[in-house]
């Protein structure tokens, strides 16, 4: 769990921010309607779509404090959790659009969700206000100490020997972690069991209990059961070795680079608030984000700061919904989603996403199915059986030979 932040650096931030407001609230002045240049004069909701305890909950409560003194106003963050983070995400997107509900979402939400399950109640590119990623942040795959295999050779060793007889834990269906298990098992060409859980902290909590062998998390959350030995770190997802681990591998390192994403933590708002609203929230978490003690308590975590800007935060979650949906299409041989490879939306990433998965597969005898039908959707059209993952590669749909066709070099 996260410090909170000392005296010395809250009142440092405050001063601060009693500065960057004024001067801001200047700019705002001579733009958009009446109330949204004097935004905000009442407290602010920041929905949690998660329990206590977990990464979500723990970066909203660490950048509300700041984040109120910036704006003026409380900024109460509200733990809403249920059906793998979906209700407390279908609030923020029914929410009246004032600025004054947003929501801390993960990249999961928005991409993996969606395209396992098309009757998710809220479309990723239509239904919210991108304001910024927040930060983005690693995984890990961790065992029980019980568990026989204590690195990624005899891990894969143990869960191919005995198919189906090992379980995992996510913190819920539909989840980035959810989807990068997957892909791992359809990779490697093995079965292990999902146990979705409601949020991070159950998983680890049954993890560390010896109850699920096995445990896909975000890196910071799982971090401190590993350091005190009751969690066996296997593999990471990151963009290279965490320096708290340095002795365990990326995906990209034991030869499956598809699955080393990381996650990211987004701000949003409801569709159709209002740009100076926007502006006005996006300023205050840049200037926040860019603090040292924020930024050090954050890093502490395993997350990098982003901040970016709200138009590359939404381009970044279009790439997440080609990926995602790409992804799912090596894992489920009954649905087969479909794609026009002249879109706008897909054609910018096709190819180094395709290449990626070619060179994961290796000698593996892949069918990986590509549609050039005009009206394709996103994202997969119908629903992923939640109990039938275990689909190996092997048995996806088109060959090889079709990724060549698709246009890889």
């Not at 591998?249 to 708002?269: D, K, M, S, Y």
Request: glycine letters at 8%; aromatic letters at 6%; hydrophobic letters at 45%.
């Amino acid at each position: 769990m996260a410090l909170p932040l000392q005296n010395e650096e809250i009142l440092t931030l405050q001063r601060r921010s009693l500065i960057a407001w004024g001067a801001s609230a200047a700019l705002l002045a001579a733009s958009g309607p009446s109330w949204a240049r004097n935004f905000p004069t009442r407290p602010l909701r920041l929905v949690v779509p998660f329990p206590p305890g977990g990464m979500t909950d723990i970066i909203a409560r660490l950048v509300a404090p700041p984040l109120a003194l910036e704006l003026g106003q409380p900024v109460v963050p509200d733990n809403r959790p249920g059906a793998a983070g979906t209700i407390g995400t279908s609030e923020v997107a029914r929410a009246t659009p004032d600025g004054y509900t947003l929501g801390l979402v993960t990249a999961g939400l928005l991409s993996a969700t969606p395209a396992i399950n098309p009757r998710t109640p809220y479309h990723p590119l239509t239904d919210f206000t991108p304001i910024t990623n927040v930060v983005a942040t690693s995984h890990v795959v961790a065992v029980h100490p019980s568990f026989p295999g204590h690195d990624f050779a005899s891990f894969l060793s143990e869960i191919r020997r005995a198919p189906g007889r090992f379980s995992y834990a996510t913190a819920g269906t539909g989840t980035i972690l959810h989807l990068q298990f997957e892909l791992l098992e359809s990779l490697t060409r093995t079965f292990v069991v999902h146990i979705p859980y409601r949020g991070s902290a159950p998983a680890l909590a049954d993890a560390v209990a010896g109850h699920v062998p096995i445990v896909i998390d975000v890196f910071s959350t799982a971090l401190p059961h590993i350091q005190a030995g009751r969690l066996i770190p296997i593999v990471v997802a990151a963009p290279q070795r965490m320096p708290q681990l340095p002795h365990v591998p990326t995906f990209a390192e034991v030869g499956f680079e598809p699955v080393n994403r990381t996650g990211f933590f987004g701000l949003h708002g409801p569709r159709g608030l209002d740009r100076a609203v926007v502006e006005r929230i996006h300023a205050a978490m840049t200037r926040i984000l860019a603090e040292p003690a924020l930024r050090r308590r954050l890093e502490e975590l395993g997350a990098t700061v982003v901040a970016n800007t709200p138009e590359q935060f939404a381009e970044q979650i279009r790439l997440e919904m080609v990926q995602d949906g790409l992804y799912i299409q090596i894992v489920d041989e009954r649905d087969r989603p479909m794609f026009d490879l002249g879109s706008p939306l897909v054609q910018p990433h096709l190819r180094s996403i395709l290449r990626q998965i070619a060179v994961s597969l290796g000698a593996v005898e892949s069918r990986i199915s590509i549609s050039g039908h005009t009206d394709a959707a996103p994202f997969g059209r119908g629903a992923l059986g939640y109990s039938n993952w275990e689909l190996s590669a092997d048995r996806a749909n088109a060959t090889r030979r079709e990724l060549m066709a698709a246009g890889l070099p």
